[in-house]
């Protein structure tokens, strides 16, 4: 009957349940201890009637003691029993309403987690009409709604993915082409420099045996015939070009050659150079003022990177140097190093450390490449000799610490 009542209902909440169960048992309990106690009262008055019947009987005091106990003791069973009834009818309509309500309860959980496990796969619907509970149907509404909004983003998802596809695939695309693009600049740039490096190096090779040649007949003629002033300027240009052939082998080869070290007498060595480019000097209208060491000076150097630093110095020195000025060199011993300093009389060097960088100079309308004194940062850093450059409107210092051999 309650199972007819509740699919009846069809619609109701967890808290109305809890108050109809409530509700029946204390109306079961109300009409079975009225229907107790109205078998109590009859049971009084029998007992009355059945006291008044001993009284009056011939039996003895005890005899009658013994009737009233038994007729107490039958009384005081049916009591217990009929509680002990109450107390296992009542047990058993709670149970039996936590099952039917329990069972119910399952029912909605497990409409709700099919629902969930099935939506996991394509979207559904939740009918209210399978849900028993109020609680559980106003769900209902909210699960659908999340559904709702999930398969709208879902949807927007694979539109967006569909979309990202495609600008991945046509950016892919792009960038086949061009990395295609660029393998083949690549392989064009490699050709390139390839035939430069091979230009360069076929070059500076074929350069070396005319300038010799330049060389050794303006030697030979000043021989016969003695200086000539237009003849000079030849060999003072010659040796400029030689000095830059120097640079050029030198980078050409730096990569493939070994460059051992020999002992080398640094003065001896800074001496011969500075004969070298005495032409170049006196057709510049400049003069070294050096004096040689009083005794020889020992460096473990490679005599080709040596060459290079102090060619370019030099060099240098002549280009910038003020017109009727004096370039002095010195060598001098510092304890366990060799400085080398060239200094002269020129336009301060605004930027000291950007001096030292590739294709830089501070005065553009000089001649050159600017690659000089990078040359002689690179191989000072390979060696480990020290540089240090002070220039003012007064002078300007190159100076450089060579490791002396034995200390």
């Not at 201890?33 to 009056?56: C, G, T, V």
């Not at 497990?110 to 629902?115: E, K």
């Not at 190093?337 to 950007?354: A, C, D, Q, R, W």
């Amino acid at each position: 009957m309650v199972n007819f009542f509740l699919q009846k209902a069809h619609s109701i909440t967890i808290k109305k349940a809890n108050i109809i169960t409530t509700l029946f048992i204390l109306l079961f309990t109300i009409v079975f201890a009225y229907l107790l106690i109205k078998e109590n009262y009859y049971d009084y008055e029998r007992a009355l009637i059945s006291q008044h019947k001993l009284h009056n009987s011939s039996m003895s005091k005890d005899e009658k003691y013994k009737e009233a106990q038994k007729k107490l003791k039958t009384l005081l069973i049916k009591n217990t029993i009929a509680i002990s009834t109450l107390a296992f009818i009542l047990f058993a309509i709670m149970l039996g309403f936590y099952k039917i309500f329990n069972t119910l309860l399952q029912k909605d959980m497990q409409v709700f987690l099919d629902f969930f496990k099935e939506t996991a796969h394509e979207k559904q619907i939740l009918n209210q009409n399978a849900i028993f509970f109020e609680e559980f149907k106003i769900m209902v509404g909210y699960a659908n709604e999340m559904v709702d909004t999930i398969s709208e983003q879902k949807r927007t998802l694979m539109e967006l993915n569909l979309s990202l596809e495609d600008k991945v695939r046509e950016k892919t695309a792009d960038l086949v082409l061009i990395n295609k693009n660029l393998e083949q600049e690549k392989i064009f740039s490699q050709n390139l420099l390839s035939a430069q490096k091979e230009f360069l190096r076929y070059t500076v090779h074929e350069t070396n045996t005319p300038l010799s040649v330049i060389l050794t007949s303006i030697e030979l003629f000043v021989m016969k015939n003695g200086k000539e002033r237009q003849l000079s300027k030849i060999e003072a240009a010659v040796k400029n070009i030689f000095s830059i052939y120097d640079d050029l082998s030198y980078l050409v080869k730096k990569d493939q050659v070994e460059y051992p070290k020999s002992v080398i007498d640094i003065g001896v060595f800074f001496t011969s150079r500075l004969d070298f480019f005495s032409e170049v000097a006196e057709l510049s209208k400049i003069a070294f003022n050096h004096t040689p060491h009083d005794k020889s000076l020992y460096i473990y150097f490679n005599e080709t990177k040596l060459q290079r630093v102090i060619d370019n110095t030099i060099t240098n020195a002549i280009k910038y140097t003020l017109p009727s000025q004096e370039v002095d060199v010195s060598l001098t011993q510092e304890g366990a190093f060799i400085s080398l300093s060239v200094g002269s009389k020129s336009k301060e060097i605004k930027n000291t450390e950007k001096i030292f960088e590739s294709f830089y100079r501070e005065e553009k309308s000089r001649d050159g490449f600017g690659i000089g004194l990078r040359l002689v940062k690179t191989i000072c850093d390979e060696e480990g000799v020290q540089i240090s450059l002070h220039s003012s409107d007064e002078k300007t210092i190159f100076t450089y610490k060579f490791k002396m051999m034995g200390e």
